[in-house]
């Protein structure tokens, strides 16, 4: 069965601009988590959706959003890209349906570099 | 708010021989999920091992342990045998009960390196 899978791998953008990011769950997980993972630093988590509702968000401004669609595949936003949004975007996904928790599968995420 | 402190920014173990990343967490919750995840240079978030709160024995998974001490909020991987694929980051994680929630609150890492 196919991972979580992420897209664009790379992305190069400049100041003040705007970028999506794309995540694929595995096959049958409803949740989607976004990550932010600086050089240097562990992940910090920026949203969770599950059944295209949102469930979590982290400390993050409003210039990040999210969204979840029918087929449980995900976009971030992040409109206004300032210098420190370079980072490591990563996508987690999991079941979360059933009483025992089910941990999350991440993907090999999205490096975007902001010049 | 929860927070994860990983105390060892880089260590290094010979191939074969035994290693332990430490762990400490703060949290006023009484249950709640500890991880641990391995990122390679190919980036991808590797889940190690993982510890539920209200069970008092320690998780084990092969050549993978952890010491989990609840009243001194700790929770240490230990690696044995280790393998030169073994060389990564090393994140703890800490996942509080917030009914569904998957927020997953990590520590800064350790980078560990096996040498042959």
């Known amino acids: 069965d196919a991972g979580v899978t992420q897209s664009p791998t790379h992305l190069i953008k400049t100041r003040g601009q705007q970028v999506t990011l794309r995540c694929s769950p595995i096959?049958?997980?409803?949740?989607v988590s976004w990550y932010q993972q600086v050089l240097g630093q562990g992940p910090q988590f920026i949203f969770q959706y599950y059944e295209k509702e949102e469930r979590g968000r982290g400390n993050f401004p409003d210039r990040f959003s999210a969204r979840q669609f029918p087929n449980y595949s995900s976009e971030l936003n992040v409109n206004a890209l300032l210098l420190g949004d370079s980072a490591l975007y990563l996508c987690?996904?999991?079941?979360?349906?059933?009483?025992?928790?089910?941990?999350?599968?991440f993907g090999d995420g999205t490096r975007l570099s902001i010049l | 708010a929860q927070t994860v402190t990983q105390s060892q920014p880089e260590m290094s173990v010979q191939e074969a021989e035994t290693v332990t990343l430490s762990c400490t967490y703060d949290?006023?919750?009484?249950?709640?999920?500890l991880f641990w995840y391995k990122q390679p240079p190919s980036r991808q978030m590797i889940l190690v091992i993982r510890q539920e709160a209200y069970k008092q024995q320690n998780a084990t998974e092969n050549r993978f342990s952890v010491n989990f001490q609840k009243a001194a909020k700790s929770f240490s991987l230990k690696i044995s045998d280790s393998q030169l694929g073994d060389t990564a980051m090393y994140f703890c994680a800490f996942l509080p009960p917030q009914g569904g929630s998957e927020k997953l609150v990590f520590g800064k890492g350790t980078k560990l390196t096996v040498n042959p």
């Open positions: 096959s049958g997980h409803k949740s």
């Open positions: 987690a996904s999991s079941f979360a349906g059933s009483r025992q928790y089910q941990p999350q599968h």
């Open positions: 949290t006023s919750e009484s249950n709640y999920y």
